[in-house]
């Protein structure tokens, strides 16, 4: 059982911050272990993170209690592909090595020639840390995992209600706590007010809008987590590795626009420590809708000279219209052709998460490892690039 511990911590000043990353400052005061985790006594609801946010400045104090952490049985229903799969791969890790107890349950085969990618091709380090894999259908999950119980869910997996409603209607049948579930801060609405906070406008009609009101009515503790772009060992798509590709080849880097729209690029255990904060406050997550994000913005133009700072490499930065290239506009470049970045400014308030990204040094580590698989050498075709510089009527490198 959880030990109550007496003293607490003082939050005040929780007006809405500027658009800076740092917050409101925080008064604390405590004395406890580092071994504990907290666990707010109140829960706030997604309409009031809105206001609480974006609207009404106040100033408010309130109470959290330090609750001692206890051992959780976690399973996390993992997609087969795209780049979220790497999440469920580092949010168990970081389980296990916190001492949780954790399943990954990865949809689909294990003979499909998806698990030959990474990070499924590094599921071994989960089973080596104590962790169990298995594979299956959504539909069939409660066969899947018969005779199983679980304190904790997290689906990182469905992107509509017709995905995630078999998981959500298990686990609430099997009297599983918690509900994680991986959102996208893709749904938030276009702004002129950047950057993305927890509360503003989204696209109501977004399948994982749906899903996470869905969650709401059925679970009494439920959490959500926004993200945007990551970077991390063990992801199989391109981010970083774009660039890199152009960079160690002395082409130019093409990018729409004017390269300075901002965007968020989070190293993956930036997403996967969250996610552990909201295992170990149950309460303080509760209800709540999290942008799951780094806490600084990046421009366009500073990826392209961050990567080439990384390799140790001089860069050439193009810029095009993308209407010059018609249907592949979409194609020609990893990330969105606009401002879009969002803010962690519910983790940090409500979790006491601390972001640890850091570019800079993180992608030296990207390029370290980009070279030892040997991707610097291998043979890729810049169809769009050439036509990108034929429209701008610049020589195609042979």
Known sequence: MATLLSSSLVFSNLSRPSLSPSISSLALSSSFSSSFSLSSSISVAPHTLS??????PSLSTFTVKAI????????????????????????????????????????????????????????????????KTVWGDVGAIGTVLE???????????????DAVRPVADWAKSA??????????????KQTEEPPHVEGDAVKSDAGHVLVEKYLSEVFENWASFRPQYMIGSGNNKDCEEWFFDRIVRGRPIPIPGSGMQLTNISHVRDLSS???????????????????????????????????????????ILHYDPKSIGSDAKKAFPFRNMHFYAEPRAAKDILGWESSTNLPEDLK?????YVKIGRDKKTIKFDIDDKILESLKIPVPV
């Open 51 to 56: 206001s609480s946010w974006r609207k009404k």
């Open 68 to 131: 001692a952490s206890e051992k959780k049985k976690v399973v996390i229903v993992n997609t087969n592909s795209g780049g979220h799969a790497v999440i469920g791969f580092y949010f168990a890790k970081q389980l296990l090595n916190s001492g949780h107890d954790v399943t990954i349950l990865t949809v689909g085969d294990e003979s499909s020639d998806k698990m030959k990618k990474p990070p499924f091709t590094r599921f071994s380090e989960i089973v080596d840390g104590g962790g």
């Open 147 to 161: 005779g199983l119980t679980f304190d904790v869910v997290l689906d990182n997996n469905g992107k509509d209600l």
């Open 175 to 188: 009297g599983v706590g918690q509900f994680l579930f991986i959102s996208s801060a893709g749904i938030y």
């Open 274 to 316: 969250m996610l552990t904060k909201a295992v170990e406050n149950p309460s303080a997550a509760s209800g709540n809708i999290f942008n799951c994000v780094s806490d600084r913005a990046v421009t366009l133009d500073g990826m392209a000279k961050l990567c080439a700072k990384a390799a140790g490499l001089p860069v050439e």
């Open 365 to 369: 580590e990207r390029f370290q490892e």
